[in-house]
């Protein structure tokens, strides 16, 4: 799916282990992404890993218009 994000979000960053790495501010701009088996976004980058959004948070997003998604 396709993601676009309108204004700064911060994102959890993942290794690949699944260890966490803090955080990052993902800029505003077109994403694709793909919704994982626990409900969270896993927004694929150019360079680097995946971040994550959790539900609560993507949710809370898209209702103040910070996020939109395009099937």
Same mark, same amino acid.
């Given at each position: 799916?396709?993601?676009?994000?309108?204004?700064?979000?911060? #994102?959890?960053?993942? /290794?690949? *282990?699944?260890?966490? /790495?803090? +955080? !990052? +501010?993902?800029?505003?701009? &077109?994403?694709?992404?793909? &919704?994982?088996? *626990?409900? +969270? !976004?896993?927004? !694929?980058? *150019?360079?680097?890993?995946?971040?994550?959004?959790?539900?609560?948070?993507?949710?809370? &997003?898209?209702?103040?218009?910070?996020?939109?998604? #395009? #099937?």
């Amino acid at each position: 799916m396709v993601v676009y994000i309108t204004n700064g979000i911060v #994102a959890r960053m993942r /290794r690949n *282990d699944g260890t966490d /790495r803090g +955080s !990052l +501010s993902l800029l505003p701009g &077109k994403y694709i992404a793909n &919704k994982i088996n *626990d409900g +969270s !976004l896993e927004i !694929l980058q *150019d360079a680097g890993e995946p971040v994550y959004l959790l539900p609560f948070i993507w949710w809370e &997003k898209m209702e103040l218009g910070d996020l939109l998604i #395009a #099937a």
